[in-house]
């Protein structure tokens, strides 16, 4: 079975300071992964995917196959950043499944 | 821009009334899925289809049904409404291909008294 764990339900910081949203996963394939974002008010939408090796909005993310983590990172955070961020799997079953974690809320403090 | 509609923002039902929750997709897109969010627990699927007529089970599909008649069109049924079934509801859809995007619905919050 796959699984995705988001250990923090909320993390918060000062705008400026560094950011990491932590995600782990369990798959015993060769997993796709994604980190999707939900701005106060507004639909759930992609951020990034691992594969497209991609930096959005400032934010990064490195598949850790050792590790089975896929962190989510930025350097300086933005008061535009506090959302919740779910990191999901696309793994079995095929055409696009995604297995979601519980998600963390970023909140950005001045 | 892809455009992915719920019938309804909020809707309240009482326990044990059947109720349909509508989504509609405009690009012509293979997969829809549907979702319930809750705190705490994230998104769960409860079905998705890879085509018209077709259905898969999802990870919690008790006391949900799905219809999809059309390519664009994916019904969430709920046979006899319960009040463990109050939740936030999303409607997703995508190409077929796995690292494509799933565009989400704005959700509709349903609540069963």
């Known amino acids: 079975a796959q699984r995705v764990t988001q250990p923090e339900k909320l993390l918060s910081v000062f705008k400026g300071a560094p950011v990491e949203l932590k995600c782990n996963y369990s798959?015993?394939?060769?997993?796709?992964l994604f980190w999707y974002v939900q701005y106060s008010r507004q639909r759930l939408q992609l951020l990034l995917r691992h594969i497209s090796r991609e930096s959005i909005k400032g934010f990064t993310a490195d598949l850790n196959k050792g590790e089975t983590s896929f962190h989510l990172k930025k350097p300086f955070a933005q008061e535009e950043d506090s959302a919740m961020y779910y990191c999901a799997l696309s793994g079995t079953g095929g055409g696009n499944k995604l297995t979601f974690g519980t998600g963390t809320q970023l909140k950005v403090e001045l | 821009d892809v455009k992915v509609t719920q019938s309804s923002r909020y809707l309240v039902k009482r326990t044990g009334e059947k109720v349909f929750l509508e989504c509609v997709q405009d690009m012509d897109h293979e997969n829809m899925f549907w979702y319930r969010q809750d705190p705490g627990l994230g998104l769960r699927l409860i079905y998705f289809?890879?085509?018209?007529?077709?259905?898969e089970k999802g990870d919690i599909p008790e006391g949900y049904s799905v219809s999809r008649e059309k390519k664009e069109r994916f019904s969430l049924i709920l046979e006899s409404a319960s009040t463990n079934q109050t939740s936030m509801y999303l409607c997703a859809s995508s190409q077929i291909d796995s690292l494509d995007t799933q565009y989400f619905g704005p959700g509709t919050r349903l609540t069963v008294l």
């Open positions: 798959y015993s394939g060769s997993p796709e």
């Open positions: 289809s890879y085509d018209v007529k077709m259905k």
